[in-house]
């Protein structure tokens, strides 16, 4: 694995959260930054690693089979992109970070699909309790690809543990064509470190 650090507006973990989540707690700790909505609960956070890991092709793990609702109501398979480089995004409405890089994530979304890219974004819109503040983001920000609509983080916590799992709002995976997680960001991402990421794997060799 190779691993790239950057610290602007760090992240929040998410594994207290899933924790409690599991043992079926109602209060969950959320994102960096104390700007929250009123789909959340509790402002207190503790700071995540901003941490870009890249994983050799030889070393990558595949990535659960996650399935669900979007926030639009659709019904949402992971496994139905196999084939095409995934970008995967954890993220909420309430979280300022997550505001701050959904521009960037749209703008690069956009480019792939009009380049003919085999790359598809999906998000996992978490601790938005009511549907209409995650609709409100994805209007407002210009995201227009589908998202997993997963307010409990029941679907991160498929994801095992000790894998390159998505610890923190806003976190991405970036998964290669064969479902394997390649590239994991703890982090608000750029447009260039996203290009960065996602370069390598859209290359056809």
Known sequence: MSRTRAF?????????MLAMVAAGAS???GCGGSDTGSSSGDTKFVEGTGEITKVRK??????????GKGVDGERLKLSDHRG??????????WCAPCRAEAPNLAKV???TKAAGKDVQFLGINTRDLDRANAKAFERNYGVDYPSFYDPSGKLILRFPKGSLSPQ????????????KIAVRALKELSEKELRSALDPLTARK
């Open 8 to 16: 602007p507006r760090r992240p929040a973990p998410l594994a207290a």
């Open 84 to 93: 095409k480089v995934v970008v995967l995004n954890v993220w909420g409405s």
């Open 58 to 67: 030889a070393d990558r793990e595949a990535a659960p089979d996650i399935s």
């Open 109 to 111: 979304a956009e480019e």
């Open 168 to 179: 923190s709002i806003p976190s991405t995976l970036i998964l290669d064509r064969d479902g």
């Open 27 to 29: 209060v969950l700790t």
